[in-house]
């Protein structure tokens, strides 16, 4: 006697493919914002009280399932309050990357050849003068921040320094960290091919993982890039060492030439 088995595979539709690949890319952000910091383990934390409630109520253990279901209620509220930060930058990140896209795709066909040329060589232009002032600076062991945003607004920042909005130049960057102008302390920002502001103010990381060795000046960039989209160059003080921070993490002791590749590719137009 023959046994036949029907085993019925659910159908796998094209949207089921996507859906996974969305969850996966959102997952991936969330990861790359929250890696390194304290926050990730709470984050966990949370999903693991999320998961342990919809096992016991597949178990139908009520009493269990009614006791993690009253913490699952509040996660979201609980999850906003903890990640404000990270989801702030989480939103910045997904809607600059869709209007740069936008952007790119537009200027494909309405830009014309000339006017590419022309950015182009006002790109490189500051590029120049950028990584000019920082390599003095980083010479004659002058401490500064450089905060580049590109085209995000950093009005929380800017408003705490001095309004300039002025034509970049490596001897406006260079007097403006000078040790006797009353601008020195604090960080300038780059918005918009302007010298935006200077002597602002920037938020210090409470990463635990930073070098022991990290500065007020270190901490300060990695704290901004940790809540926002940008990208902070700093030199120490000490040494002149130039260093580097994107996305809340800290790269030291950049050479000129990783300084060129640094620039290139995180200075927008």
Known sequence: MLLYL?????????????????VGYLFYLIYQLLKGKIAFNIFIGVLAIFGIWKLTQ????????????????????????????????FLLVLGNTTLR????????????????????????????S???????????????????????????????GV?????????????????NSPLHDGAIIIENNKLKAASCVLPLSNNENLP?????????????????DVVVFIISEENG????SKNGSLKQDISENELSELLLENFEI
Not at 6 to 22: G, K
Not at 59 to 83: H, P
Not at 212 to 228: D, F, I, P, W, Y
């Open 130 to 160: 950028i990584k000019t002032a920082i390599l003095n600076l980083s010479k004659d062991r002058t401490g500064a921040l450089i905060v580049i945003s590109n085209n995000i607004p950093l009005d929380t920042i800017g408003n705490t």
């Open 101 to 128: 896209q936008r952007y790119n795709f537009l200027d494909r066909w309405f830009s014309d050849a000339n006017q590419n040329e022309t950015d182009s060589n006002e790109k490189l232009q500051i590029i120049r």
């Open 212 to 228: 022991s060795k990290s500065g007020l000046r270190h901490r300060a960039a990695v704290g901004t890039t940790e809540q926002n």
């Open 58 to 89: 597949f178990l139908d253990m009520k009493l269990t399932s009614s006791l993690f279901g009253q913490f699952a209620s509040v996660g979201i509220i609980m999850l906003l309050i903890v990640f404000q930060p990270e989801i702030r930058k």
């Open 241 to 244: 060492h130039i260093s580097f």
């Open 6 to 22: 029907d085993i019925s595979l659910p159908s796998l539709r094209l949207w089921d493919v996507v859906d996974v690949l969305i």
């Open 163 to 179: 309004t300039l909005d002025s034509i970049i130049s490596h001897q406006l960057i260079e007097s403006v960290f000078n040790k």
